[in-house]
């Protein structure tokens, strides 16, 4: 069993399910219309009052989550928390109030994983479609075939802000629904080639503001009943005939949904007027589902981050045997020095994979360049956090500590970092750890070998010195101790 909690810009909302065999069946889902993204001031900031209003849902969703035997429960936050100033404050205490820890997540991550929700729920395998997610916070565009995404981009536009830019107050009339359409048009425009009509057979809305606008134009029969640019256009003039959110009572309608529903519209007009689309059929499944479907395939040994890191490797011509000598010397060296966790068994594999890719810019200062790709390359399956991490311990392979200082401080994450430097060392050194060496790192580091070991490897006494100055610099004492 199976959990997704999707903290919104507009809403959170939560997920549990259970995979039956063929497909992920939700038995418990829950919303909470938080509107995050309403509460960011000019400067990005979180206002006291939405991350009041956010705590108190999260320790709600905690209560429900203790309540199931789950297998796994992932947390994923979207635009509101990408954008916001003060969200690296407000994340520690958002994750002790539900009691696991939230990833941001990137555009492009939300719409992989939008995609892989809906490709699942549809099970066409060779339909080539196109997916349009508009959330509160940003719209993301998907273009795939069956199961495989090909091309997948995340705007900063969505329904939360165009519907306080445009429509303050809640006053609505022609000329703000104008101006609307054409600035989110101009949004998409410069990225609309790749997803134009003659690349896809059929256009989904997965989010939940395409199947109200579906269910408000087909329950007052507007247009010609289907989110067509007709439907979408008899709907706006029914809301400009209105005038005011406040008038809005149509079937189909939350009352509470009206406020943002209404750039929500804007935006859709805008990517049909755009993408030349005939009609969007709205889907039940996105990101929540696309969470469950990817906590399954994890638990199922198939995880995409494998896949993404191969992949990043490959193409930028990393050495692959050097890079798998390293990893697997930094996983038995990390075991040494037992960590308080396994949190980062992955992580250093990983870092240790790609710790070498910076070469493809310049052998020197190549762990700069290293860190820096890693950190901001479009990685499949992962997160900041989890790239930002894999980007400190590929920094901190080489050359000084002074540079990952604050990272040290974290003793399993100090651990991490000498695991990697340790096995660097032996790689470039042609030797193996064996039976020669034994790493401890409590209060210090204590590293043990034996005087043959050292006698066999002239360089290696001075590598080693030069480990114990970099470590001492750091704060870190570092013993060496010559066995027989």
């Known amino acids: 069993m199976y959990a ?84 690296a ?30 490709a699942n729920a549809l099970a066409v395998p060779d339909e080539k479609r196109l997916v349009i997610d508009i959330g509160g916070g940003s719209t993301e565009l998907i273009l795939g075939q069956g199961s495989d995404i090909l091309l997948v981009e995340s705007f900063s536009i969505g329904t939360v802000r165009q ?4 429509f303050p107050g809640g006053h609505i009339d022609e000329a703000a629904f104008d101006a609307a359409i054409v600035s989110a048009r101009s949004t998409f425009e410069d ?20 199947r109200t606008i579906g269910e408000v134009i087909a329950r007052n029969s507007l247009g010609d009943g289907r989110i067509s640019l007709a439907g979408l256009e008899a709907l706006k003039d029914a809301f400009v005939a209105r005038g005011h959110i406040s008038h809005i009572d149509m079937p189909g ?6 406020a943002t529903i209404i750039g929500g519209l804007a935006i859709l007009i805008a990517l049909v007027r755009e993408l030349d689309i005939d009609a969007v059929q709205p889907v039940e499944a996105g990101l929540r589902m696309g969470v469950m479907w ?108 002074r540079k990952v200082a604050d990272a040290l401080r974290d003793p399993d994450v100090a651990k991490a970092v000498l695991a990697l430097r340790m096995a660097v060392l032996l790689m470039h050194a042609r030797m193996d750890g064996g039976n020669e ?32 100055e970099w470590w001492q610099q750091a704060g870190v004492e570092f013993a060496l101790r010559k066995s027989a």
């Open 163 to 166: 519907s306080l830019a445009f």
């Open 294 to 401: 990817d906590l399954y395939l994890r638990s199922m040994q198939r995880d995409r981050r494998e896949q993404s890191v191969a992949a990043l490797a490959r193409r930028f011509q990393v050495d692959e045997a050097r890079a798998a000598r390293v990893a697997q010397q930094a996983a038995a060296l990390y075991v040494q020095l037992k960590p308080g966790a396994d949190d980062h068994v992955r992580a250093l594999r990983w870092s240790a994979m790609l710790h070498e890719i910076g070469m493809v810019l310049s052998h020197t200062g190549y762990h700069k360049h290293s860190a820096y790709m890693i950190e901001h390359a479009d990685l499949p399956g992962f997160t900041t956090r989890e790239q930002k991490l894999m980007a400190t311990l590929a920094l901190a392979h080489k050359g000084n500590l």
């Open 437 to 468: 060496l034994k790493l401890r790192m409590k209060q210090r580091i204590e590293l043990e070998v034996t005087r043959e070991w050292l006698a066999s490897h002239p360089t290696l006494s001075y590598w080693i010195g030069k480990e114990q």
């Open 89 to 118: 404050a407000f994340l520690p205490v958002a994750e002790q109030a539900i009691g696991h820890p939230i990833e941001i997540i990137s555009g492009e991550e939300e719409g992989r994983l939008i995609y892989m929700g809906v």
């Open 253 to 258: 309608l939350r009352p509470d949904r009206a």
């Open 4 to 87: 997704a909690v999707d903290l919104g810009s507009n809403s959170f909302r939560l997920h549990i399910g259970k995979h039956d065999g063929e497909g992920i069946r939700v038995i418990k889902s829950m919303r909470e219309p938080i509107r995050l993204a309403a509460g960011l001031d000019a400067q990005g900031t979180l206002s006291g009052a939405a991350m009041q209003a956010a705590l108190a849902c999260l320790a709600s969703f905690r209560e429900v989550l203790a309540g199931y035997e789950l297998d796994a429960v992932r947390v994923v936050a979207t635009s509101a928390m990408r954008v916001a100033s003060n969200g």
């Open 191 to 210: 990225g609309a080639p790749p997803y134009s009509r003659a690349n896809w057979q059929l256009a989904y809305g997965s989010s939940g503001t395409a």
